[in-house]
Nanobody, 114 residues
Framework: VQLVESGGGLVQPGGSLRLSCSAS????????MSWYRQALGKERDMVAT??????NYADSVKGRFTISRDNAKNTVYLQMNSLKPEDTAVYYC??????????WGQGTQVTVSS
């Protein structure tokens, strides 16, 4: 199992970024996929989840972030709009393989600053 995130970087407040997570080594189409984030000195928190046709978001990102997936490409995305400084964190992709085992990517840094 491998999860590889990309798309992080430095963006100004109000800007947008799209994160990608490329998955391999498991049956992607039937696996719940999520994005988490961890700010410096804080716990890792769920940002968004995609499971079948359902999505779920943390209250802090509702209306600004959108999770989507391309099952043909084994890729899950996180479109982040109206970014705020408090969105600054390392963003991680998580897959639940066989609906039992959690796998994580290496993370990608997102910094929102002017």
């Amino acid at each position: 199992v491998q999860l590889v995130e990309s798309g992080g970087g430095l963006v100004q407040p109000g800007g947008s970024l799209r994160l990608s997570c490329s998955a391999s080594g498991f049956t992607f189409i039937s696996s719940p996929m999520s994005w988490y984030r961890q700010a410096l000195g804080k716990e890792r928190d769920m940002v968004a989840t995609s499971d079948g046709g359902s999505t779920n978001y943390a209250d802090s990102v509702k209306g600004r972030f959108t999770i989507s997936r391309d099952n043909a490409k084994n890729t899950v995305y996180l479109q982040m709009n109206s970014l705020k400084p408090e969105d600054t964190a390392v963003y991680y992709c998580k897959g639940i393989v066989d609906r039992r085992f959690n796998y994580w990517g290496q993370g990608t840094q997102v910094t929102v600053s002017s």
